[in-house]
């Protein structure tokens, strides 16, 4: 559709609206008080699901790369990139890499709103490892100190002094979320 | 008798134009509602094999559409529905300006990625009668996780007072994927955004109970919520419609809490004077299951009533094809993407006095059926789907590609018509329409 009025939008509006939030900085820097209350841990602590028996009917990997990126958007990415694995302990090829725009860095603001970077990550690598499984090839998906550094070798933006990724698009207001480490044929960036 | 102080059953709720409470409301008994009912093997062989005994020929239906995984653990909303709930906090947060506190939860929600979240003021109506859950943990539903909620020997009208807000957070799903509905690239769009409001609404609940309150699931019927808090307005498709949306949001299970918050009004959309007149939805129904006549009373309640089991019982034959129908969301002239002119023609509808209302709607409905056709037909192309290719045959479409596939590489992919499995004369021969 041409016909968008997305440009009309006054990009300060909501964050004006949050600095009258009395409650804003609760749900941000306040850490859960039971684990249990935040998703994340349910989502990161889920045993793995099992490799479909059969493989699919895949296209070319260039193909199967693009539509693996794709799949990354519409889950609600929003940088997506593939890079290669040396010495893998479970010997997979490729990591694929999501990058989501942050607002709070997850590092640093424990409280569920700080996480929500976090959350809005794991769906998109929980959901996209999972439906590579259901391709019938392997996907593990896991926290890892190297992620930015996949991140920055996937070429979706280099790292800073203090090792924190910075992006072309959204600078280091992002999160690298969870890297699917996987064995379906892909076409590294 | 004599009536206990604050048990006697408020009045009923003002719910908009399109549905009215005119008897006495019965609480709706989850157990005897369709995906229940036929997961305990009520609804016959096939409906029951199909729900219970399938696994899904498609990798992306396997991974979000509920019973239809190879291996639960790849599903994430079953994860995340069948996790422990956590305790509330103790110290509580305290709210002094309920107004502040429904400015904050709604921007959490959007902050999530809710793409609507409204507050209804709960009515004992609303909720579910107090039934225990299967004793079976497959029939369960697992977007109904209402196992540790329970009324704890409560009735309806104290649960109420007790907790008197439900929060309606849900997502909508995407307009262009959708135009290939009965097909699975529409059913990507819904069980893909589906999955995203079931985890947005259990990290809300989750923060709730960090602000030390209370919020119970499985509790409200969220129909109802909905459109006391104004999500929408019932079409005569069953379905709430909402103002920027259209027929495309998710009606999940709501949050119904003792939050102090500022409940939202119901909304005039024209959908009311738009359903007299419209029908499209009824039309295009492959199972004529939507009604062409009046509002009926059912359960105390004045509404349209589709005929939910001749709706279902057409799914078992089009797993092959399919998991969710959504043609009734798809034509309905209401949804459209979210942009300036469908906001300006909605506007223009509830703006214009009601007695004229009908004059524009069949203008509107005139200028819908010339520019989206009487029946949604576009090819839609995503991830090597495509819509255009006929219910049965197989070919890559997919430009570029030049691997080997047990299925032919279509010569030169044209055309831009999308083919939908049961195409309409296909069942119309069997299935009766009820005018």
């Known amino acids: 559709m041409a016909l968008r009025s997305d440009w009309l939008k006054i990009p300060w509006r909501r964050a004006h609206a949050r600095h009258h939030d009395p409650y804003w900085d609760f749900f941000i820097n306040t850490p859960p008080a039971d684990r249990a209350n935040s998703v994340l841990d349910v989502i990161r602590k889920a045993p793995e699901g099992n490799v479909f028996p059969t493989k699919a009917d895949l296209h070319t990997p260039e193909v199967t790369t693009s539509h693996v990126k794709e799949m990354a958007r519409y889950l609600g990415t929003d940088l997506v990139g593939i890079t290669t694995l040396e010495n893998d302990d479970a010997g997979h090829p490729f990591a694929i890499v999501c990058v989501v725009r942050a607002d709070d860095d997850p590092h640093e603001a424990p409280g569920i709103g700080g996480q929500v970077p976090a959350q809005n990550g794991l769906f998109v690598t929980f959901v996209l490892a999972a439906w590579i499984r259901e391709l019938g090839f392997r996907a593990t998906m896991a926290m890892s100190p190297d992620a930015p550094r996949l991140a920055a070798a996937a070429k979706l933006g280099t790292l800073d002094r203090t090792g924190k990724l910075v992006t072309a698009e959204y600078g280091t207001r992002v999160h690298v979320a969870d890297v699917i480490r996987t064995d379906l044929p892909l076409v590294p960036a | 008798m004599a009536v206990t102080p604050g048990t006697e059953t408020p009045p009923p709720p003002y719910l908009g134009r399109s549905v009215r409470i005119v008897g006495p409301v019965a609480n709706v008994d ?75 939860i709604k921007a959490v929600a959007h902050h999530m990625g809710a793409d609507v979240v409204t507050v209804a003021r709960a009515h004992p109506s609303f909720l ?70 079931q985890l947005i609404l259990k990290a809300l609940e989750g923060y709730i109970r960090e602000l030390g309150y209370a919020a119970l699931r499985g509790m409200s019927n969220p129909q109802a919520a909905g459109l006391a808090s104004g999500v929408g307005e019932l079409g005569r498709n069953g379905l709430l419609i909402h103002r920027k949306f259209g027929a495309r949001i998710h009606m999940p299970d709501a949050i119904m809490t003792d939050l102090p918050l500022v409940p939202d009004r119901p909304v005039d959309n024209g959908v009311e004077d738009f359903c007299k007149i419209c029908r499209k939805c009824a039309i295009n129904c492959p199972t004529n299951s939507v009604p062409f006549g009046d509002k009926v009373v059912f359960n105390g309640v004045e509404k349209y009533k589709i005929n939910w089991l001749t709706c279902y019982k057409v799914r078992p034959y089009m797993d092959a094809h399919w998991g969710s129908c959504l043609t009734c969301a798809t034509v309905c002239p209401f949804t459209k993407p979210n942009v300036w002119w469908r906001s300006l023609t909605v506007w223009a509808l509830s703006a214009c006095p009601i007695p004229a209302r009908p004059l524009l709607v069949r203008a509107l409905k005139a200028i819908d059926d010339r520019f989206w056709g009487t029946t949604r037909q576009s090819r839609v192309r995503w991830l090597g789907y495509d819509s255009g290719i006929k219910p049965g045959e197989q070919a890559c479409t997919v430009a570029g590609c030049t691997a080997e596939h047990g299925t032919a590489h279509a010569a030169e992919p044209v055309g831009s018509i999308g083919y939908y499995a049961p195409l309409k004369e296909n069942t119309n021969r069997f299935v009766k329409r009820d005018v």
């Open chain 2, 128 to 197: 579910y009668a107090a039934t225990a859950p299967p004793k079976d943990s497959a029939a369960r539903d697992v977007y109904q996780n209402r196992s540790g909620d329970v009324y704890q020997g409560r009735t309806p009208e104290q649960m109420v007072q007790r907790y008197p807000y439900i929060i309606v957070a849900t997502t909508a799903w995407d307009y262009d994927k959708l135009q290939a509905h009965r097909h699975y690239i529409g059913d990507a769009a819904y069980h893909v955004s589906q999955m995203k409001a």
């Open chain 2, 30 to 104: 989850m157990n005897q509602t369709p995906h229940p009912r036929n997961s305990r093997g009520e609804l016959g062989k096939a409906l029951f094999n199909w729900y219970r005994n399938t696994i899904s020929r498609d990798p992306l239906t396997r991974v979000s559409a509920p019973n239809h995984f190879a291996d639960q653990r790849n599903f994430l909303a079953s994860v995340v529905n069948q996790a422990p709930k956590g305790k509330i906090n103790s110290s509580q947060v305290a709210v002094s300006d309920p107004a502040a506190m429904t400015r904050h």
